[in-house]
């Protein structure tokens, strides 16, 4: 999964069904959810469940139970949306047998591809776009009459602030918290600025009362969500987007006077606040972005134990010249230069990037150039993707998609290959160090084992004992594999 690394789910985590939620009154029907794509989209999931569950609905893991069936969709590349296609198909086979049921294409592909979902194959009875998810009463009862039924407006002001999400699908101990809906950031390859509109800031009295509810009903670790955290901006009752940009800029830097300071809250800010709520709860944040994320954050993350050392900082490309074309707002070296601020305020912080390799024009130097800036950061992981174009973004409108497919495989290869040495180098590392893990689950492997993750975000395997998941345990790392820690 990725929050766009998003990313820390990616479209590779196929639907999960919901767990079994019962609505106050019931209207003896039942909702199948599956969410494709980002954490954003996994979060949302759970904002949908919660306003389905308000009319009566109970979710329902097993499909042919369900007399709505909602897909949570994601455009980011087009094999996300080719699998939400094949995946219609296969649902409208099934609802030939009983014709009870209604189904729902949310989210991004929503957003997207109103027009074709409703025609195509005549596939789909509602769709809806990500921020017309209050609008679903209205909508069930257009589909429930017969008629088709799509919003997909996209709001400047929404951040479903006061909705409390329905858990979907969770351990009890980990979840996320959306802070901020929407992008406006405009790189050329990105499809999201379409999908999910302008950028909003919820406000932070909300994002602190979630946390504050999570905690007591037992979760340890929360994620704060944004497509770009570090933009986060909320001041007295209002948004970014009505002020100044001098002041936005004074804001983020806390360079405004004392007295116009207050009511200002940066993303520093928030996640001060949050972490204040219980030194047992952590939090994490996803996804950063080099442009943005300023020291004052950093310094944050360092005055707090219970906020994670690590961060997901996606860099695309290592060279200056396709980050430029890419409209990324940084170079190579500036991009350096906040690795550096890293690994000086933060040491031994764990680090992950997204790469996208083989968009238009990037040539052999240019590919090597990023090889060269993974190994320099030497990521502890990555998520790396072949160039897809999207329809409508400014790189398909001006930028021809001229990489061989071939090329851009054997690019990834690469990519992938020198990932995989600098994860396992990472890891080896980590051997004879003292961690604090939070237990997660059970180990996949065996029942004699527990999993959970250290502060850096590397999951640690350890043995089961007396530990239940949400418990924190002081591990000594003995041993790994690439991509695990082994610990006692
Ligand atoms: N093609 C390939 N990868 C993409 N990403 C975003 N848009 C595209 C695209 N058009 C990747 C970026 C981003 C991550 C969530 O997905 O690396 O950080
Ligand atoms: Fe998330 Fe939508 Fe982007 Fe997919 S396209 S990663 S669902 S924001």
Redesign the pocket.
């Known amino acids: 999964m ?1 929050l ?4 820390v789910i990616d479209e590779d985590r196929q639907g999960e069904a919901v767990m079994a939620e019962v609505p106050v009154i019931s209207n003896g029907k039942k909702m199948y959810l599956e969410s494709y794509g ?1 954490a954003m989209n996994f979060s949302d999931s759970e904002i949908v469940a919660s306003i389905m569950v308000g009319m009566g609905y109970e979710t329902t893991k097993v499909i042919e139970e369900a007399s709505v069936i909602f897909l949570n969709t994601c455009s ?2 087009d094999n996300a949306e080719l699998r939400i296609w094949a995946r219609l198909r296969e649902i409208k086979k099934n609802k030939k047998r009983n014709d009870e049921f209604i189904v729902g294409v949310l989210g991004c592909m929503a957003e997207r591809l109103k027009d074709q979902l409703m025609e195509k194959e005549k596939l789909v009875d509602i769709v809806v776009g990500p921020d017309s998810y209050r609008d679903l009463p209205n909508l069930l009862a257009t589909a429930e009459s017969g008629q088709k039924a799509v919003n997909v407006l996209l709001s400047r002001e929404d951040t479903y602030a006061e909705i409390s999400p329905v858990r979907l699908g969770s351990n009890g101990i980990n979840g996320f918290i959306s802070i901020t809906r929407g992008c406006d950031n405009m790189c050329s ?3 999201v600025p379409f999908t999910r509109g302008r950028e909003r800031s919820r406000d932070p009295e909300s994002i602190v009362n979630e946390a504050r509810q999570m905690f007591e009903a037992g979760y340890r670790e929360v994620t704060l969500l944004g497509q770009n955290v570090d933009s986060y901006l909320f001041w007295g009752g209002g948004q970014k987007k009505d002020l100044d940009p001098e002041v936005v800029k004074l804001a983020m830097d806390h360079k405004l006077p004392e007295a116009e300071q207050k009511g200002f809250t940066t993303f520093a800010d928030l996640m001060e606040r949050v972490a204040q709520v219980n030194k047992d709860l952590r939090i994490r944040f996803s996804t950063s972005n080099p442009r943005d994320m300023t020291d004052a954050v950093l310094y944050v993350i360092a005055k707090y134990d219970n906020i994670c050392k690590y961060v997901h900082l ?1 860099v ?1 490309s290592g060279n200056s010249r396709v980050l430029d074309k890419m409209n990324r707002g940084y170079t190579r070296e500036q991009y350096m230069d906040r690795i550096e601020a890293i690994r000086r305020i933060l040491p031994g912080a764990g680090l992950s990037t ?3 390799t083989g968009f238009c024009s990037e040539t052999e130097e240019e590919h090597q150039e990023t090889l060269s800036l993974m190994e320099w950061s030497q990521f502890d992981y990555a ?1 790396m ?6 329809p409508g973004t400014l790189a398909s409108r001006k930028y021809p998609d001229d990489i061989d497919e071939a090329v851009k495989s054997r690019r990834l290869s690469e990519i992938i290959e020198l990932q995989s040495r600098l994860s396992h180098e990472s890891n080896k590392k980590d051997i004879g160090k003292k961690s604090i893990v939070l237990v997660e689950n059970f180990s996949k492997r065996s029942k004699d084992h527990m999993s959970g993750r250290n502060s850096e975000n590397k999951v640690v395997i350890i043995p089961r004992n007396n530990h239940q998941p949400g418990d924190y345990v002081e591990v000594t790392i003995v041993d790994c594999t690439p991509a695990t820690l082994i610990g006692e």
């Open positions: 990725h766009e690394g998003n990313k980002c980011i590349r390859f990105c499809v996606p695309q997204d790469i996208i998520y993707f072949k160039y897809s174009e999207r």
